[in-house]
């Protein structure tokens, strides 16, 4: 606690220690640890190949398995609308049961201690496990999000990224625990995850926000400490690649991850003894405008409108329908139906469909396509990770530098967007012709323009559609991605892969062990992708054009004046006005009290 004497706040432990762990910054080193744990669906390369092998599958086959893993990933409609009616630990709770059940099933099917499972089985057990990451970035990263509104940016970038760190978190934690046994990392993603969540699902919670100077630099010390996590994981997967390491270095190495993924709590302490001791002073007196129902007709404009505004968020708010077609000004806080129906939103989902659509195939297949095009499996495995690594740099990237070049030079994120998706299509093209030692420069482009698109698409969502139900067009903003994996990476990469590898199947050769060789293995489907990424970029522009007045801007402005972030979703009976608008009532109020006596307004 904190006391006041006469030479002032004396500072306790127990007290700093619990202020530490109600605060905005702890919330986000929670969420950190939430985000850094959730991104298993991003090393299926690994795991693919005991699936495949374990339990008979020809590439259409796992590609139609990783689609579902994708679907259950990005689809997260049902935890955006429960997290519109309820706290965020109830998701997170939801969240981390269905990570173990699913995971849990899946690891049994491979090790054979379960009966061999159809495939749509399986489909359903890495969907419902894929689908707590849903549960996790709407517990987590939505609700850090509102938490910082100014810093929507830089925040996604620095979570998303910590997601795109996790698959190789996640392979120095395997081989520490478990060795070179990849079946058990599959465990490892069941059991990890959800004892995280668990642990922090009270943590993470909206927090009233209140505007602080210097919130940037905090976050970019929450950054140097992810880049030394990055390079050290680089350097440490290309010296094991090219040295056979022992369990005991493997040790070593991830005994320096943890310690790098908890130093941010340094920052946090940091951070929070800033505002530890300080005495709230009463706040002067405000007048503020008690709404009032009344029959009198006769109304200021100005309260009619407050009224408006304060509609209260019931659980059935968000879905109605009335207005949909007459959308708020961009900025304001558009309902679910408003949003769906924008054209803005139909312009972002097409272009994502495209961007992430393409990059997710070249990702998903990457073990593939090095085995095709003949490289030895530690440069496989280096790609994997490199894909791993510039995914995370991708991520940090677009959210901190589009939220640089917005505030000073009012760069519109989504030609950022547009950006990214012309450079993707330079990675596609050298996969498809298989360029020679060019698959080490396609993996980082890919990596880096798959983690890119998240930060930029989740960021335009929140400007354009506002923050009220952002848990919802979050995860509807991310439906696009299965959608994109299943037309780009079932339906073109997976069946003319297959089809060229039954060209090649030697007589004798079991139908379902189909390995295709040579360029021609990804050729056609990656100029078929990268002739659609090229189109999604183009439609990227009109969202562009649309926009362009709107980032010209100042889109935080209203944060920055006053105007709180609810903690909750209670309704709330009283409302402050504008100084303009107050001025005009309270002129109007004293104008009639001469004649009436009293009013409707009460001044506290």
Not at 115 to 131: D, F, H, K, T
Not at 319 to 343: C, H, M
Not at 574 to 597: A, I, L, M, R
Request: proline content about 4%; some cysteine.
């Amino acid at each position: 606690m904190v006391f006041a004497g006469s030479n002032g706040p004396t500072f306790s432990h127990l007290g700093f220690t619990m202020h530490v762990l109600r605060g905005r910054w702890f919330m986000f080193f929670a969420s950190i640890l939430v985000m850094a744990a959730a991104g298993g669906t991003y090393i299926f390369g690994i795991y693919s190949k005991d699936i495949k092998k374990k339990l008979g599958y020809d590439q259409q086959t796992l590609n139609t398995l990783s689609f579902f893993k994708d679907l259950g990933a990005n689809v997260g409609i049902i935890p955006g609308l429960i997290n519109e009616v309820s706290p965020p630990w109830v998701v997170l709770i939801v969240g981390a049961g269905m990570n173990l059940g699913g995971y849990l099933m899946i690891y049994l099917a491979i090790t054979g201690r379960t009966a061999r499972p159809q495939v749509w089985l399986m489909c359903l057990y890495i969907c419902i496990g894929a689908n707590s990451q849903s549960f996790a970035n709407t517990g987590a990263l939505v609700t850090a999000v509102k938490n910082f509104p100014e810093s929507r940016g830089v925040t996604l970038g620095l979570l998303k990224s910590f997601v795109g760190l996790s698959g190789a978190i996640y392979t120095q934690l395997y081989q520490a625990l478990y060795g070179n046994d990849s079946e058990s990392l599959v465990l490892l993603i069941a059991w990890l995850p959800a004892v995280i969540s668990i642990l922090f699902a009270y943590t993470i919670r909206i927090i009233p926000y209140t505007h602080r100077e210097g919130e940037t630099k905090a976050f970019f010390k929450f950054l140097y400490i992810s880049i030394a996590l990055a390079v050290f994981l680089m350097i440490s997967i290309i010296v094991e690649n090219q040295v056979n390491f022992t369990h005991a270095e493997f040790s070593v190495t991830t005994t320096i991850v943890i310690l790098l993924v908890f130093l941010p709590i340094y920052v946090v302490a940091r951070e929070e003894m800033k505002t530890y001791g300080q005495i709230t002073a009463p706040e002067p007196e405000k007048d503020i405008t008690i709404v009032t129902v009344s029959d009198q007709p006769s109304e200021p404009e100005a309260i009619s409108k407050a009224s408006t505004e304060t509609e209260p968020n019931s659980s059935l708010g968000c879905l109605s329908v009335k207005g949909a077609l007459n959308p708020p000004a961009r900025g304001e806080d558009y309902t679910i139906f408003q949003a769906l129906f924008s054209i803005d939103m139909i312009i972002l989902f097409l272009a994502t469909i495209a961007g992430i659509g393409g990059t997710l195939t070249a990702v998903d297949n990457m073990g593939q396509i090095g085995q095709s095009l003949g490289y030895p499996t530690k440069s496989i495995n280096t790609f994997v990770s490199l894909i791993s690594i510039w995914n995370y740099a991708g991520r940090n990237v677009s959210g901190f530098v589009s939220e640089y070049i917005l505030e000073r030079y009012k760069f519109p994120r989504p030609l950022m967007l547009t950006l990214i998706l012309l450079l993707s299509c330079v990675g596609h093209i050298l996969i498809a012709f298989g360029v020679n030692q060019g698959l080490y420069v396609a993996s980082v482009i890919i990596g880096f323009c798959f983690g890119a698109q998240w930060p930029l698409l989740f960021a335009i969502i929140s400007e354009i559609f506002g923050l009220k139900y952002y848990s919802t067009l979050y995860n509807f903003g991310a439906v696009a991605s299965p959608i994109g994996s299943y037309i780009l990476n079932v339906r073109i990469a997976g069946r003319m892969y297959d089809k060229e590898a039954r060209k090649q199947k030697k007589p004798g050769t079991s139908s379902k062990d189909l390995t295709c060789l040579g360029v021609q293995c990804f050729k056609e489907s990656f100029i078929i992708i990268t002739i659609v990424t090229f189109i999604g970029a183009v439609v990227s522009l009109v969202l562009v054009w649309r926009t362009r007045n709107f980032y010209k801007g100042d889109i935080y402005a209203r944060f920055r004046d006053g105007v709180p972030v609810q903690a909750n979703k209670e309704v709330e009976a009283v409302s402050t006005v504008s100084d303009k608008e107050k001025e005009g009532v309270n002129g109007k109020t004293k104008e009639k009290e001469g004649v009436n006596g009293n009013n409707n307004s009460n001044n506290n």
